[in-house]
């Protein structure tokens, strides 16, 4: 329970009707369904719904003091009308409010980009676990407080979720915290309030443009992250992403860059690579990870250097780092007992599924061959589709066109999008089965020992979304059981 008045501290409220004294707030509420005696309800303007439709719902479940965009026409005596310009906003800050500002209470670092977010943010936790620290973990696979694992519904979860589960990392002794930070809880102010110790940029492609419309609005999602960061954090971006710098533009923060490639502060490079990991060069010193792959070797260097930055010790830091494994869905590997080897990983964007695939070719045996098995997600963006296959088929010798999540569409039409980008004359290496059991299977069956599957897109997901029900569905449980086989 607190005062109404401090759960509305730092929120530029423009109007106030009704009496703000003696009102004791006992929960916060975005969804009247969730309302009870005492809360303090917020109408949020969502994708889905409008919150204002229901701000008469709440008040009759319980609401004593309501947020709103625009005020009611008739307004009760009885009940606190706080009018702001941004519902959304006001969320995320009385909800840090009410959980007593968690992120003041240890160092948080948020992770933001198209892929990367989950593997940086895993590689941090474990790392400072390592190191010896209480840490928290909120990502896309699982949300963690120490060895203590919660279940992940969103990659960033809503606000009040949010402070809720920092407040029990504080309460709980952690000493830092590592987040996803995705582009629409940017958007969606699902951030609003928290305070960074800092923040890192990994990469960014095409992906989300069902929900941001143009790429250039997907940037400045991102952007503002790193805008909004005060003087006392650090700003962490990719020196060799083209859009890196553009991070670093308006932030006050304490700006640094890495990269493998372009100048940058801290600097990396791979010496040698093989299938059960790769020796780095890291600022110049050496280190074998577990690890493999560019794009690892970026996630990787990344985790150095925002513990650098976060004044833990060099020798301490690269001792740790080899000892680091990559988050559940992420390059996971197998091998039957024929000798065809298996991969699973989460790859679910053009630029994902060729930086895995230009991985695996570059370890391969000239006499290996490449299956590769993937689908696209219903109801996402449709645009990156036929970009999909082109990625696959750059590097794969036979490409398996599948389902992933088809959630409300026909699966038969994402898979004619995809088959879009299939040109004539890849059409005799690419099959197409919308059962995604029978695509892995057929993947097995086509594949000769020594040769590598791939099996790209849902990576630590255990369900398979068709039309609002998750059926029981895991990739690597499919890809193990069909190596036992035969």
């Not at 609003?192 to 609005?217: P, Q, R």
């Not at 089965?433 to 791939?454: F, N, S, V, W």
Request: net charge negative.
């Amino acid at each position: 329970m607190m005062d109404l008045k401090k759960v509305l501290h730092a929120i530029p409220v423009q109007q106030v009707v009704g009496n703000l004294e003696e009102v004791d707030v006992h929960s916060l509420c975005f969804d009247s369904r969730k309302v009870e005696l005492g809360s303090l309800f917020i109408a949020v303007r969502g994708v889905q719904t409008d919150g204002h439709l229901f701000v008469d719902k709440a008040i009759a479940s319980g609401a004593r003091a309501v947020i709103v965009e625009e005020l009611p026409v008739e307004t009760l005596d009885s009940v606190a009308y706080i009018l702001v310009a941004d519902s959304a906003y006001a969320l995320g800050v009385a909800s840090a409010n009410f959980y007593g500002n968690p992120s003041e209470q240890l160092k948080l670092v948020g992770v933001t980009g198209t892929n990367g977010k989950t593997t940086v943010a895993t590689l941090l936790f474990q790392l400072f676990t390592e190191l010896g620290y209480h840490v928290g973990l909120l990502s896309t696979v699982q949300n963690q407080i120490g060895p203590k694992i919660i279940p992940a519904t969103h990659t960033t979860p809503d606000p009040i979720q949010l402070n809720q589960l920092l407040r029990d990392m504080v309460d709980d002794g952690c000493d830092y915290a590592f987040m996803e930070v995705s582009s629409h809880a940017v958007v969606q102010e699902r951030i609003a309030g928290l305070v960074f110790a800092g923040a890192i940029f990994t990469n960014i492609t095409h992906d989300h443009l069902d929900f941001h419309k143009t790429f250039d609005n997907y940037i400045k999602a991102k952007k503002k992250f790193f805008d909004d960061l005060d003087v006392h954090a650090f700003a962490l971006t990719n020196a060799d992403d083209r859009n890196g710098q553009i991070m670093l533009q308006n932030t006050v923060a304490h700006k640094k860059s890495y990269g493998l490639r372009s100048g940058a502060d801290f600097k990396a490079k791979v010496i040698e690579s093989h299938f059960d990991g790769m020796l780095m060069s890291i600022d110049g010193q050496e280190v074998w990870v577990k690890l493999i792959g560019d794009f690892n070797a970026y996630n990787l260097l990344a985790v150095y250097t925002a513990a650098i930055l976060l004044e833990q010790e060099t020798v301490k830091v690269l001792t740790a780092l080899s000892t680091l494994k990559g988050a559940e869905g992420r390059f996971e590997t197998m091998k039957s007992t024929s000798g065809v080897f298996g991969i699973v990983d989460y790859a679910h964007t053009p630029d994902a599924v060729e930086n895995v695939l230009k991985t695996i070719s570059s370890l391969r045996r000239p006499e290996q061959k490449i299956i590769t098995v993937l689908g696209c997600g219903g109801d996402r963006d449709k645009t990156k589709r036929p970009e999909m296959a082109e990625a696959a088929l750059r590097y794969s010798d036979r490409f398996l066109i599948t389902s992933d999540n088809p959630r409300t569409e026909d699966p038969y039409q994402i898979i004619k999008d995809i088959e879009a980008g299939v040109g004539a004359d890849q059409k005799a290496k690419t099959l197409s089965i919308a059962d995604r059991k029978e695509a892995i299977r057929t993947a097995y069956q086509l594949a000769k020992p020594g040769d590598i599957i791939l099996v790209a897109g849902k990576g630590h997901e255990k369900y398979q979304d068709v039309n609002g029900v998750k059926h029981h569905f895991d990739d690597k449980e499919i890809l193990e059981n069909t190596f036992n086989e035969k």
